[in-house]
């Protein structure tokens, strides 16, 4: 834990690797020493087509799912961390947003398969 789910406008790929946009929110969510660097996923979803209430700039917006149990000071440091390592990239003209999401412990199940 964390899943980072980013969500981007597709238009930034012309300016930007998304390899590296993945690995500052990995950064950004290693530096708040919330978590083992093991235990961090990351995943980035391009949208093409999208509407920001009449605004034509690219975005960002990472979603940090976590299980419940941060206290907010916590949850306020890790979404802090991750913007800051959003705003290290070179790109211009966007929307950077970050929220922490907690999942239930009780409902969230997993499993590794060989």
């Known amino acids: 834990m964390p899943h980072c789910i980013i969500e981007y406008s597709k238009g930034i790929e012309s300016t930007i ?8 929110v990995y950064q950004g969510a290693l530096s708040s020493a919330l978590f083992a660097p093991e235990d961090i996923k990351c995943r980035a979803i391009p949208y ?28 306020t ?15 211009t003209c966007i929307s950077l947003t970050v929220e922490v999401v907690d999942i239930e412990t009780s409902s969230y199940q997993k499993t590794i398969r060989d």
């Open 17 to 24: 690797d998304i390899s590296t946009l993945v690995s500052a």
């Open 48 to 75: 093409a087509h999208f509407h920001a209430g009449g605004d034509t700039v690219d975005f960002i917006h990472v979603v940090l799912k976590i299980l419940q149990g941060r206290d907010t000071q916590q949850k």
């Open 77 to 91: 440091s890790l979404s802090r961390y991750v913007l800051m390592a959003l705003e290290t990239l070179p790109l």
